[in-house]
């Protein structure tokens, strides 16, 4: 049964109107995605958050009446509140309250499947609740079940704070671990100079139907925030025979938890490790400026924004208006339609040559295994066989750092 859940919000002096309602679409979107449904908004308009309660008395009493009318499950805060907050006004409107971080980790507790994802969800929630305890003896079993709770909170941990500090200690040991793993796997591609691909994006904007569509495969497809958390990674090969890896990654969100970017920056270091980066915009969304500046910063943040991208403005079979591109390079495309798919391929592969070496290049025909790698690894764009001299003439591109580049220049 869904439960029933209203919203309250804060609009802070520094929000532009267009931001904040931004954020009450996706919280509502958010409540969605956790099993809920947002039956009623109360906003604000404060110069800054009330300290101890959030919102102001005059407002709380509102809430308590709207509650009460609509048999309300659930209130959840458009912020992230601290421990007094959420006692004080959890005590004056007499039912359950969560804020917008603790929606977020629920959802992600549901979604993630790999043990270094749920590792990385525990950790986060831990780091959460950790300065929440004080002085509130709450038990984190308390509830059991509902929007959230997911998660270790239905682990009946005790609430004793070392506990919970040790809990965080060998979850993160764990993630070393796992984290050392990811590492060997990136150095092997690395050592195997297999090209990598990420595809980035806002959640929701189409990355996972993008991919699916690109590879073949079947990832979780679905209209729903953080559809996808755990990174797949999949061997394509582009027009020319060129080989690469591509990765599907989490979505980016606006305000994540702190706690979450922390404990998820392992998820997004494949990002960093990419060669090139497919920036998908969900073109038809009024918020996509906004969505696209979180993503760039995000990046940039995470030091991936000196790396090629392309910007794929998606879901143009959703656009009333003409559209006109914010970043560049760029291409628009609707991954449903097979003809777009491939002009995104042509497109990198385009991109790419504006990037790399060009080469051109005689192969003796005993050299098949060079000849092979010379299709898989560079993108040819020519290659016949001249009877008169006996070998193979090739010409293409080829990255510059690569092992075969000395072998086809000098060739």
Not at 74 to 84: F, T
Not at 134 to 140: E, I, P, T
Not at 146 to 167: A, C
Not at 209 to 216: A, C, S, V, Y
């Amino acid at each position: 049964m869904t439960e029933k859940i209203l919203v309250i919000a804060v609009k802070k002096q520094e929000y532009t109107d267009e931001r904040f309602y931004s954020s009450l679409e996706e919280i509502k979107s958010l409540s969605n995605t956790a099993g809920g449904t947002v039956l009623k908004v109360v906003t604000q308009n404060r110069e800054k958050i009330h300290h101890a309660h959030y919102i102001g008395e005059g407002k709380i009493e509102e809430t308590s009446r709207d509650i009460q009318e609509l048999d309300i499950d659930l209130v959840i805060a458009n912020d992230e509140l601290s421990a007094g907050q959420l006692r004080n006004l959890s005590d004056q409107l007499g039912v359950r309250l969560i804020d917008r971080s603790q929606l977020i980790l629920d959802i992600f507790a549901q979604r993630a499947h790999t043990k270094e994802g749920k590792l990385q969800v525990e950790l986060a929630q831990l780091e959460y609740m950790l300065p929440r305890l004080r002085g509130q003896g709450l038990a984190l079993s308390r509830l059991g079940a509902g929007i959230g709770t997911r998660g270790p909170g239905e682990t009946k941990l005790e609430t004793d704070q070392r506990h919970i500090r040790r809990k965080i200690y060998d979850i993160k040991r764990r993630l070393k671990i796992a984290v050392s793993q990811r590492e060997q796997y990136r150095k092997r591609r690395k050592t195997n100079n297999v090209f990598q691909i990420a595809i980035v994006g806002y959640t929701n904007a189409g990355k996972s139907t993008l991919f699916n569509r690109i590879t073949k495969s079947h990832s979780l497809e679905e209209d729903q925030l953080f559809a996808t958390l755990d990174p797949l990674t999949r061997q394509i090969h582009l027009p020319s025979g060129f080989r690469t890896l591509l990765t599907d990654t989490v979505g980016f969100l606006q305000e994540l938890p702190t706690t979450l970017i922390a404990a998820f920056r392992s998820t997004l270091e494949e990002v960093t490790e990419a060669d090139f980066i497919l920036h998908v915009v969900d073109a038809s969304h009024p918020d996509q400026v906004q969505h696209q500046d979180t993503v760039l910063s995000l990046l940039d943040e995470l030091g991936a924004n000196t790396i090629p991208m392309l910007t794929v403005y998606n879901k143009t079979d959703k656009l009333n208006e003409d559209f006109i591109p914010s970043n560049h390079p760029s291409i628009q495309i609707s991954a449903f339609d097979e003809q777009d798919v491939s002009r995104l391929l042509t497109k990198i592969e385009v991109i790419l040559k504006d990037e790399w070496d060009w080469y051109s290049a005689e192969i003796s025909p005993v050299e098949g295994k060079l000849i092979n790698r010379i299709e898989n690894e560079t993108i040819m764009e020519e290659r016949y066989f001249d009877e008169d001299q006996a070998k193979y003439k090739v010409k293409g591109f080829v990255r510059e750092e690569h092992p075969l580049t000395s072998q086809l220049k000098g060739n």
